[in-house]
């Protein structure tokens, strides 16, 4: 899910819907038949890049297609303008868009690879592939990409075994951190790259806890972040915290420390899922039960004092 101006988009397993905040709380099928796995806006490339579909590619949306196909609320809107996909991959499993300098560098992981796709301005507009690291021994679940003191290109990526970096000078693959070999398969939530250390400090996220490591994979602090129960979503934000929503509290935890900055009860048991930050608001959703889901958001006043 993503904002457009004050509307939202929505992807669920049917199609895009968008949300219009600014009216009556309408809900409209921007395209329909289609399932969205994950999406992310890119406002200055004019883009909404998503997986999305029975095959899980990339494909990229452009953004005034969709406005104006909100605008005349039609379905007879020229599909050919509207959207492309990035290369011909299938399966993919999860994306993550770095900055780096003037570039943007979409990365991707897939069943047994992880593909770096850079952004090529006009008169291109289109991502254009980089690098890919094919035959990994672990499958990647979620990735990311570390830039180390300005100039040195890492992704790191989780799997069920644990977290691995792949360095882009050398190709070289190893692991950052793996779990006691008792601990069983893991399941990866978020990968931090902390702030104020020129992407050197790393903030690993998996199961109820999470373990800082720099990114040669040497643990950084003496600190393991607990939670207070199993989490089904964890995600980073911009106040330099992180939140973990569980079955029956969202808690919110200085990333830096992992002192527990704040924690909301629910009325009721429930799985959480976050959607996404924009402004100050952090949107989340229900886990889908049957055919609805409900979709919610907490304002962030100050770091820790939050309302939703």
Not at 29 to 49: A, C, K, P
Not at 51 to 64: A, F, H, Q
Not at 167 to 194: A, E, K
Request: net charge positive; proline share 3%.
């Amino acid at each position: 899910m993503f904002m457009l101006g004050v509307n939202l988009l929505i992807g669920t397993e049917n199609g895009l819907m968008l949300l219009d905040r600014s009216g009556q709380g309408k809900v409209y099928q921007m395209i329909s038949r289609r399932r969205f796995t994950q999406m992310e806006v890119l406002e200055g490339q004019n883009i909404l890049v998503t997986i999305s579909g029975k095959k899980n590619k990339i494909r990229v949306y452009y953004l005034s297609w969709l406005k104006t196909k909100f605008i005349k609320n039609h379905e007879g809107t020229d599909k050919r303008n509207g959207w492309t996909n990035v290369g011909d991959m299938e399966g993919c499993v999860h994306f993550k868009i770095v900055k780096y300098e003037r570039i943007k560098f979409l990365v991707i992981a897939l069943e047994k690879s992880v593909e770096i796709y850079a952004w090529a301005p006009k008169p291109y507009h289109k991502f254009m592939a980089f690098k890919t690291f094919a035959d990994l021994v672990h499958k990647p679940l979620l990735v990311d990409l570390t830039v180390e003191e300005g100039q040195r290109l890492k992704v790191v990526y989780g799997s069920s075994h644990g977290f691995h970096a792949i360095d882009l000078d050398s190709s070289s693959v190893f692991d950052l951190y793996i779990p006691s070999m008792n601990h069983g398969p893991i399941t990866p939530h978020t990968i931090v790259i902390l702030p104020e250390t020129k992407g050197m400090q790393l903030l690993l996220c998996y199961d109820n806890e999470g373990v800082y490591v720099d990114s040669m994979g040497k643990i950084s602090k003496n600190v393991v972040l607990q939670w207070g129960e199993l989490p089904t979503s964890v995600a980073y934000i911009s106040t330099g915290q992180i939140m973990g929503w569980g079955n029956k509290a969202i808690e919110i935890r200085a990333a830096e420390t992992g002192h527990l900055d704040g924690v909301f009860m629910h009325k009721k048991a429930q799985k959480l899922k976050f959607l996404c930050e924009r402004n100050d608001k952090v949107f989340f959703s229900s886990m889908r039960t049957g055919t609805s889901c409900q979709i919610y958001f907490m304002t962030l006043n100050k770091p820790g004092l939050s309302n939703w």
